[in-house]
């Protein structure tokens, strides 16, 4: 069974533009939660989707956004980048809604300048 | 808001000492889940635990909820090199709503 994947893995944006990152489940996971993971703040949660739903948000500014597909597929939104936001942003997919064991991907490392 | 406290930040052990690292929740857990994170890697997971005072054992890693559900603690024994990496405790909060990971605690085992 193929792991989580995400795309692209690596991205470099200036200050002010968006982004948009990828992220494709373990095939039969409908859940899937981004986080920020940076070396001054750690891991940080951004939030879970489950059946194409938000079900659950972390305390990040309305700049970060994110959407689930039909096919489980995910996709996180970053408008307006700030230096601030350069970090690792994985992605996590697992069985169910909220308490399950998550397997994460390899992460986007978004470099902002 | 929930906070999460893991301590040590870091660790250097020599090869064959053993290694521990503390979780400790400022508000009750549904539950808590342990992942490790070698150098340039992603979390991977380790164990979830949910009971009251719950202990489980993975060959030399030895996971415990406290009684109150407040805390955790991860042990290793007679550490190996592969050991090396970051390990986080990951908490959940009411019916999971509510997940916050702990800083982690680097783990460097010298041969």
């Known amino acids: 069974k193929a792991g989580v994947t995400q795309t692209p893995r690596y991205l470099i944006k200036t200050r002010g533009q968006q982004v948009t990152l990828s992220c494709s489940p373990i095939?039969?996971?409908?859940?899937v939660s981004w986080y920020q993971q940076t070396p001054g703040q750690g891991l940080q949660f951004l939030f879970e989707?489950?059946?194409?739903?938000?079900?659950n948000k972390g305390n990040f500014p309305g700049r970060f956004s994110g959407r689930q597909f039909s096919n489980s597929r995910s996709e996180m939104n970053v408008s307006t980048l700030e230096l601030g936001d350069s970090a690792l942003y994985l992605c996590?997919?697992?069985?169910?809604?909220?308490?399950?064991?998550?397997?994460f991907g390899p992460g986007t490392r978004l470099t902002v300048l | 808001g929930q906070q999460v406290m893991q301590i040590p930040q870091y660790q250097h052990v020599q090869e064959g000492e053993d290694f521990t690292t503390y979780c400790n929740s400022s508000?009750?857990?549904?539950?808590i889940q342990w992942y490790k994170q070698r150098p340039g890697g992603h979390p991977v997971f380790l164990i979830q635990?949910?009971?009251?005072?719950e202990v489980k054992k993975q060959k030399r890693l030895t996971f415990q909820f406290g009684e109150a559900k407040k805390n955790s603690s991860l042990h290793i024994t007679a550490t190996q090199t592969t050991d090396v990496g970051t390990y986080f405790c990951?908490?959940?909060?009411?019916?999971?709503?509510?997940?916050?990971f702990g800083s982690g605690t680097q783990l460097t085992v010298l041969p």
């Open positions: 095939s039969g996971h409908r859940s």
């Open positions: 635990l949910v009971k009251s005072g």
């Open positions: 990951l908490c959940h909060r009411g019916s999971a709503r509510q997940l916050t």
């Open positions: 989707y489950f059946s194409e739903t938000q079900r």
């Open positions: 996590a997919s697992s069985l169910g809604q909220g308490v399950n064991e998550q397997f």
């Open positions: 508000t009750t857990l549904s539950n």
